[in-house]
């Protein structure tokens, strides 16, 4: 059974940084991408990012160039390090796990993912 841990939510205020850290266990972490979602009051979850297996990243056009994911193979951990964040950046956040190993097309999608953390809430005040 597949495990995923996200932690390091908060309160910031806008223009501030935080980093989430997502623990993963129950596989082979290291033959894996890692995403990250969010959602919203109201709203769908949305893909946020993906980093691959061999650390080859790609994110929504809302965060590029303010967030950025990167992953510990040894700890089984991926983060999610936040800049510049804005208001629109409140929401829940997840982390998953993808059906297939080695794989990174279309995971931009929920449906490529099967394992879900409890996820992690960001609030940022205006």
């Known amino acids: 059974q597949v495990q995923l841990v996200e932690s390091g939510g908060g309160l910031v205020q806008a223009g501030g940084s935080l980093r989430l850290s997502c623990v993963a266990s129950?596989?082979?972490?290291?033959?894996?991408?890692m995403g990250w979602f969010r959602q919203a009051p109201g709203k769908e979850r949305e893909f946020v990012g993906v980093i691959s297996w061999g650390s080859s990243t790609r994110y929504s056009d809302s965060v590029k160039g303010r967030f950025t994911i990167s992953r510990d193979n040894a700890k089984k951990t991926v983060f999610l390090q936040m800049k510049s964040l804005k208001p629109d950046d409140t929401a829940v956040y997840y982390c998953a796990s993808p059906k297939k190993p080695y794989g990174f097309a279309n995971m931009d999608s929920r449906e490529q993912y099967d394992y879900w953390g409890q996820g992690t809430q960001v609030t940022v005040s205006s």
């Open positions: 129950g596989r082979t972490f290291s033959n894996f991408a």
